[in-house]
């Protein structure tokens, strides 16, 4: 193999998941790596019903409300300050809480 394929398949490996792609963040705090171009949402999102749930999926946009979403994803509180694009199909249903 040629040093020049070589650094394809590195280059390759180091390549960020895309906004909606199904995630796994590693560690925690400063140890924390994370494959999404974004952020990797793996922890619990508030649904519309009350429940909440897990999406594991790298965040879209930020947004205020499901309008600044694109067609097929929902608005979702990722944390007590933020809130992200996420697909409807990830989580709650795509109903998330307001």
Not at 16 to 22: H, T
Not at 68 to 89: E, K, N, Q, V, Y
């Amino acid at each position: 193999m040629s040093m020049r394929a070589v650094w394809l398949l590195v280059l390759a490996g180091c390549a960020n998941l895309g906004p909606g792609e199904a995630c796994e963040a590693t560690g925690d705090g400063f140890t924390r790596r994370d494959p999404c171009e974004t952020t990797c949402i793996g922890w619990s999102v508030a649904c519309a019903d009350g429940t909440s749930a897990v999406p594991a999926v790298c965040a879209g946009d930020a947004c205020e409300a499901d309008a600044d979403c694109p067609a097929g994803w929902g608005c979702a509180a990722t944390d007590s300050f933020a809130r992200a694009c996420l697909p409807a199909s990830s989580a709650c249903g795509g109903a998330f809480a307001p």
